[in-house]
């Protein structure tokens, strides 16, 4: 990129930071305030979506071939499909998100080790579970936060993509890349670890 192309490309990255900072804090607060309603206290009588756990995990997984799928092709040289490969796996991030809060609008609480799926988690449960509990808060702790972490960091690898600023995009991208996929992989694992324990 030569100087006459520097600073359209900053204008374009400057002009989409207020909103990109807007939207990486408005998304969690709003996915935490959504998490925490329940339709049925309003008085909807909304079966569980209990079909949707399983999709949104399978969403989480393609999500990670595409990253990876992403990379090699720009490794390759193929800009236009790392493009496409990019464009997708935001998509499939934005659909993952909004049937993760349609689910936990719906449904119950899960407690991992829950075995006789009661809602409660007694000390013979815990025991039975043993330490794989504390693995799988520690995996999904690291999930949560880092998801929220990698919004503004996409946002902006996206945009300097857009801005032609490969530079910076190379640069922010090899931060982003490792952080997103972890995040996607361990949507998976979460599921996987907790699917067993949810209600009938």
């Known amino acids: 990129m030569n100087n006459s192309e520097v600073q359209p490309a900053q204008e374009l990255e400057k002009k989409f930071k207020g909103a990109i900072i807007a939207v990486s804090i408005i998304i969690p607060i709003a996915v935490a305030i959504l998490f925490s309603v329940k339709l049925k206290d309003f008085g909807f009588q909304v079966e569980p979506l209990s079909?949707?756990?399983p999709i949104y995990a399978t969403i989480n997984?393609?999500?990670a071939i595409l990253l990876i799928l992403a990379v090699i092709a720009i490794k390759k040289g193929n800009r236009a499909l790392h493009e496409k490969l990019m464009t997708t796996a935001i998509a499939c991030?934005?659909?993952f998100l909004v049937m993760y809060v349609a689910y936990h609008m719906t449904a119950t609480?899960?407690?991992f080790g829950d075995i006789n799926r009661d809602?409660?988690?007694d000390a013979a449960e815990k025991a039975k579970v043993g330490a794989i509990r504390f693995v799988y808060y520690f995996i999904l702790i690291t999930?949560?936060?880092l998801s929220i972490i990698i919004?503004?960091?996409v946002l902006f690898t996206y945009v300097r993509a857009l801005a032609g600023h490969f530079d910076r995009h190379k640069k922010l991208a090899k931060k982003t890349f490792p952080i997103w996929l972890y995040v996607a992989v361990t949507g998976v694992i979460v599921y996987l670890m907790i699917s067993s324990y949810y209600g009938n």
Do not use: C, R
């Open 51 to 53: 079909f949707l756990p």
């Open 61 to 63: 997984g393609i999500t």
């Open 93 to 95: 991030s934005v659909v």
């Open 109 to 111: 609480d899960t407690k």
């Open 119 to 121: 809602g409660i988690l």
């Open 143 to 145: 999930h949560i936060l």
């Open 151 to 153: 919004i503004p960091m």
